[in-house]
């Protein structure tokens, strides 16, 4: 059983730095797709990003594209999610998810993540 915790969260003003971490305990961390999500309030969870098992490719929703930055440590079982420059649109709960398979028609739909951590709050005020 996977068990992912995500920390790094919290109160930022506009056009702020924070970054995200995930860490994963519990099966072989180097075999899962990761992928980041936030849900807003009133709002559906959306992709935010995404990255292969090892590493090599990522992928990223339109609205974040050349502000969050998705990376991982296999040996630290941890993803991280860099986010820079943000936006009062950012503010959500973030979270991460493993997927056991890759699947770069997929990677961006929740349904192929089996497993998810509890969230983190990210809140960007003015």
């Known amino acids: 059983q996977v068990q992912l915790v995500e920390s790094g969260g919290g109160l930022v003003q506009a056009g702020g730095s924070l970054r995200l971490s995930c860490e994963a305990t519990g099966g072989t961390f180097s075999g899962y797709t990761m992928g980041w999500f936030r849900q807003a309030p009133g709002k559906e969870r959306e992709f935010v990003a995404a990255i292969s098992p090892g590493g090599s490719r990522t992928g990223d929703a339109d609205s974040t594209k050349g502000r969050f930055t998705i990376s991982r440590d296999n040996a630290k079982n941890t993803v991280y999610l860099q986010m820079n420059s943000l936006k009062l649109d950012d503010t959500g709960v973030y979270y991460c998810?493993?997927?056991?398979?890759?699947?770069?028609?997929?990677?961006?739909?929740?349904?192929?993540?089996?497993?998810w951590g509890q969230g983190t709050q990210v809140t960007v005020s003015s």
């Open positions: 998810g493993a997927a056991t398979k890759w699947s770069a028609s997929r990677w961006r739909e929740q349904g192929l993540y089996g497993y």
